[in-house]
Nanobody, 122 residues
Framework: QVRLAESGGGSVQAGGSLRLSCAPS??????MGWFRQAPGKEREVVAA????????IYADSVKGRFTISRDTAKNTVDLQMNSLKPEDTAVYYC?????????????????WGQGTQVTVSS
């Protein structure tokens, strides 16, 4: 069982920034993703990163504003969110994938964090 501890959510005005962090239990590395789910909407991928950190993918809606990265010393996966918009408001989830492929689909991920709320006001 892998436990994922998320931190860094909160409230910010449009144009502001937040940084989310996800710390998996243990020292094993996984392909990791950040997803979000707004009220009444399906869960969608925001960004994902391979074990090595060399390959990343982003949702079109966040390209150029969000950056996913690994801190190997801390064994965390971070999501830097800049130029936030009200439509970025959602619960953000960290997820771990045991496979070797980098996926956009939430169904491919094996473990999930509890979620952290991000609220962007206009």
């Amino acid at each position: 069982q892998v436990r994922l501890a998320e931190s860094g959510g909160g409230s910010v005005q449009a144009g502001g920034s937040l940084r989310l962090s996800c710390a998996p239990s243990g020292r094993t590395t996984y392909n990791m993703g950040w997803f979000r789910q707004a009220p009444g909407k399906e869960r969608e991928v925001v960004a994902a990163i391979t074990r090595s950190g060399k390959t990343t993918i982003y949702a079109d809606s966040v390209k150029g504003r969000f950056t996913i990265s690994r801190d190997t010393a801390k064994n965390t996966v971070d999501l830097q969110m800049n130029s936030l918009k009200p439509e970025d408001t959602a619960v953000y989830y960290c997820a771990a994938d045991l496979s070797t492929l980098l996926h956009r689909s939430s169904g491919a991920y094996d473990y999930w964090g509890q979620g952290t709320q991000v609220t962007v006001s206009s």
